[in-house]
């Protein structure tokens, strides 16, 4: 008998357990849409479109776009098969879903009639296509084609263009009407805006409250000839960090700016920029725009000019091994809270010949006074400035060590100013190598005060090492030998 009932009792257990995947309830994620659903392009293959869950017709292709985006649940993806979609409107992903393509040479986005990317929501995803913007309206004209205005947003692999009718190709904005939360954690990797007539990636802010834009991140992307199809406006930047956002924990490695019509990495004056860093970054033959053929004037936005590979006054921004090459006016501008280290700039002001109301410079501090340290130049190297190597004035608490100075064609026959432009240069650790026959003074220092310089200039000038004036000024650490010994 006992034997019998544990015989029934183990059927039943078996029993139960056959029929438990029967009658077990679907969960939510497993009776909602497909995690991924696929959209073809009207011009896509015929195997693409028989494999597709939404085909477009090459007419406002944003409408099956954004079905199948509507259409996914939490974390879900639409991928967009090969070819072009045409977008006569806007595409607004979901929180939490990706929108990807098939690479930025294979799967292609045009926009029209004010279409664009709105990254509204946070933890969206786009990755692996090309996007073109034109004839924006008025009303949407300081948006970008990819106009990003939430948090925890990822932009890989994503390449682009667009005319003059709007802002940029790339925007991070925070505004308070579409995301009151602080705007943060955004990452563009393998991104890239080229031969456009606006500017590549922007940061800016609207209204008063919670400007501060924190831990954006920048890994392999280019800005290249912004500004040559035309101009948006005077001041088009490849990389704009820090227009009317204030800027904190910025993280740039790995980006090149190249030909842009003012400067290539950016941030304006007035905005609160703090840790920040560039590394390894690469800016060339920047400053396309014409220098200006008149006096500056603070009210004559026209005599106004960047001209820069990296622009960044008053900002706490650290350059570690970025490079500066054939741009216009200055190659590094880095004042109050700068720190470079181990950085290079090459051929500053080649291609510009009337330097009668722009003066270039290699490295240019001024004024650069209101921190301490104001300013630090640490292994950084100036070759073959057309103007002044190293141009540091209106400045106090400066620590320059192992500064190599090469052969730079100066201005009025100097070829590093320390001081010698107002008269001000103070507190200060000078550690200098120049070498060069196109100047007759290497170092000119004027009027500094409690300055301490070190290091050697080669040269048969009799004035290559120029003090003029000052308090306190130690030389007895540096020493002149001819350029033939």
């Not at 679907?26 to 696929?38: I, M, Q």
């Not at 090459?346 to 410079?361: E, I, M, W």
Request: a negative charge; glycine letters at 10%.
């Amino acid at each position: 008998m006992t034997d019998r009932q544990n015989i029934l009792r183990l059927a039943a257990v078996l029993l139960a357990c056959c029929l438990i995947p029967a009658f077990s309830p679907v969960s939510a994620a497993e009776s909602a849409s497909p995690a991924t659903l696929t959209v073809a392009a009207n011009d896509s293959t015929e195997l693409s479109k028989n494999q597709a869950d939404y085909v477009c017709d090459g007419v406002d292709d944003q409408a099956e776009i954004q079905a199948a985006l509507a259409a996914l649940p939490d974390g879900g993806t639409v991928v967009l098969t090969e070819g072009t979609f045409n977008c006569a409107g806007v595409l607004a992903p979901a929180a939490g879903t990706t929108l990807s393509g098939q690479g930025p040479d294979a799967t292609f986005l045009e926009f029209t009639n004010d279409g664009r990317i709105n990254v509204d929501q946070e933890n969206i995803t786009l990755d692996g296509f090309h996007i073109e913007g034109t004839g924006y309206s008025s009303g949407v004209k300081w948006l970008g084609v990819m106009t990003i205005r939430a948090s925890h947003a990822k932009i890989h692999n994503v390449e682009g263009t667009a005319d003059t009718s709007i802002q940029a190709v790339f925007l991070l904005i925070h505004d308070p009407a579409v995301y009151a939360p602080t705007l943060q954690d955004v990452e563009f990797v393998n991104c890239k805006a080229v031969d456009t007539g606006t500017y590549g990636f922007i940061h800016n802010a609207w209204g008063s409250s919670n400007k501060v834009i924190k831990d954006v991140r920048y890994d392999n992307c280019q800005a290249i000839n912004c500004g040559s199809k035309g101009a948006f406006n005077p001041w088009i930047t490849g990389f704009d960090f820090a227009e009317l956002n204030d800027m904190e924990g910025l993280r740039v490695t790995n980006c090149l700016a190249e030909g842009n019509l003012e400067s290539g990495f950016h941030f304006e004056f007035d905005p609160k920029v703090t840790d920040a860093v560039l590394e390894n970054c690469t800016s060339i033959n920047n400053g396309q725009k014409p220098y200006p053929t008149v006096p500056y004037k603070q009210s004559d936005m026209s005599t106004h000019y960047f001209g820069c590979g990296y622009y960044a006054p008053n900002c706490d921004v650290t350059f570690k091994n970025c490079t500066a090459e054939g741009n216009s006016l200055y190659g590094f501008y880095a004042t109050n809270g700068g720190k470079l280290y181990d950085c290079v700039d090459k051929d500053t002001g080649a291609g510009k010949t009337d330097y009668t109301y722009r003066k270039p410079a290699g490295y240019y501090s001024i004024p650069s006074r209101s921190t301490d340290p104001a300013l630090v130049l640490e292994n950084c190297t100036s070759i073959d400035s057309h103007g002044y190597g190293l141009q540091v004035d209106l400045a106090s608490n400066i620590q320059i060590k192992n500064f190599e100075l090469v052969n730079p064609v100066g201005i009025d026959g100097k070829g590093a100013s320390l001081g010698g432009t107002n008269g001000q240069f103070s507190n200060a650790e000078v550690d200098i190598h120049a070498s060069g026959d196109q100047v007759e003074t290497l170092v000119w220092a004027k009027n500094n005060q409690n300055v301490q310089y070190t290091g050697e200039i080669t040269s048969d000038s009799e004035k290559a090492f120029l003090v003029e004036g000052g308090q306190n000024v130690q030389t007895a650490g540096i020493t002149v030998a001819s350029a033939g010994e």
